[in-house]
């Protein structure tokens, strides 16, 4: 009996013990709450553990089993919510911090295999090739499929200077990709600026840390500074962005709007909680284009969305992701934590962003090297810029003649500094 009474015990501690410190700042449990726990279920599951200690061919440790269930328990959840021991969670505040070892790739989880969702700049990943939508199918020889997500992490995780095959299968491609690529110390600087030429600048955000929000503000002064002090646009590239810390995406959206509503969310237990700007428009309202792919995700999502609703912006490329839940990390009192989902975001203009993503004001192609104008509420506008205003082809500019859409987002820049010149004129 008294091992019995240990196993619900400690049953108990499985279902109730994940109040804590919210990640994202997103109340989603109250201290207290009264919980209905399911004593028949529970029952049920320390008889499974007891049947397992008892009769599995071999031993295995306490610790490994209700790890697991915990684990499995927030796995059928969904994708994004997943129990983390306490090397895995110091693992994810490195990451957070912007410093870890490993090979620089967001990943996620298809039809049980590791699936990337962006490489991150200046990483191994990014410069051996790795792509947004490759499926990871091996690492070292042996197959992904259904292997945990997080066991497939620590795998590609490690020392610097130590090397892993990765075998990718890309749309497109009959054969699969084998790549060998030698882990590195990932440090991951999420801002950087340039001009692109005399009054256009270029932010490019890689994912967002705790200090990213700064980082652009500082990077948006020194963009001015360098054009003699103010900016006749600015494009800001979050291509391949997987997302990360939420307030940091609403502080990027409060440099560039005067006022109200950046985004809002709202959790099954919680109110909704509001994100609002503050005054101020840290470029005067010269015109914005924001640049989006497939692997932009999640707080990238809350930039593109808040501006597009806002129409501060012109969003440019093809349908972001379709990330629009929100993850608080919940410490637990041995080092462990849990990553719960706890809210769902909405744009100003309430929509939600889940599965369906953000389509772009204009749809441009870096593959087939196409544009054409989308269905956004800025389509007549960008229609009497893309037909009168083509740019300057001799002017000078720092823009890669490899990348298509950003040679795009160029041209659209000089016209909406032509139309709001013109029209200030007359």
Known sequence: ????????????????GVSGTLGQGVMANRPNA????????????????????????????????????????????????????????????????????????????????????????????????IKAGDIITELDGESTRDVP?????????????????????????????????????????????????????????SQFQRRTGEQFQDALSQLKREAGGNLSGLVLDLR????????SSVEVVDALVQSGRIVYTQGRRSDEVVFNAKPGDMLN?????????????????IVAGALQDHQRAVIMGTTTFGKGSVQ????????????????????????????????????VDENERTARIGDGDQV???????????GDDNAQTSVDDDDYVLSEAVNLLR?????SAENSDT
């Open 285 to 301: 309202g010269a015109p914005v284009v924001v640049l989006v792919n497939g692997g932009s995700a999640s707080a990238s999502e």
């Open 328 to 363: 608080s990390i919940l410490p637990l009192g041995d080092g462990s934590a849990v990553k719960l989902t706890t809210a769902r975001y909405y744009t100003p203009s309430g929509r939600s962003i889940q599965d369906t993503g953000v389509e772009p004001d204009m749809i």
């Open 34 to 129: 009264e919980v209905e726990l399911p004593l028949d279920q529970l029952r049920a599951f320390t008889e499974v553990y007891s049947r397992i200690k008892q009769n599995y061919v071999d031993d295995v440790e306490a610790e490994r089993l209700l790890q697991a269930a915990m684990r499995g328990m927030l796995a059928d959840l969904d994708p994004h919510s997943n129990y983390m021991d306490s090397h895995e969670y110091r693992n994810m505040q490195a990451g957070t911090r912007g410093e870890f070892g490993g090979l620089g790739i967001e990943v996620g989880v298809e039809s049980g295999f590791v699936k990337v969702i962006a490489p991150i700049d200046d990483t191994p990943a990014h410069a051996a090739g």
């Open 415 to 419: 016209g909406l500094h032509m139309l």
């Open 149 to 205: 997500l997080r066991n497939a992490v620590e795998i590609m995780r490690g020392e610097p200077g130590t090397s892993i095959t990765l075998t990718v299968r890309r749309d497109g491609l009959e054969s699969p990709l084998t790549f060998e690529l030698m882990r590195d110390t990932i440090q991951v600087r999420s801002v950087r600026a340039r001009m692109l030429e005399p009054g256009l600048g270029y932010v490019r955000i």
């Open 1 to 16: 009996m008294r091992f019995r009474r240990t196993v619900s015990a400690l049953a108990l501690g499985v279902v109730i």
């Open 380 to 390: 007549a506008r960008l229609q009497q810029v893309s037909s009168q205003y083509r």
């Open 240 to 247: 391949n962005n997987p997302g990360g810390v939420m307030r």
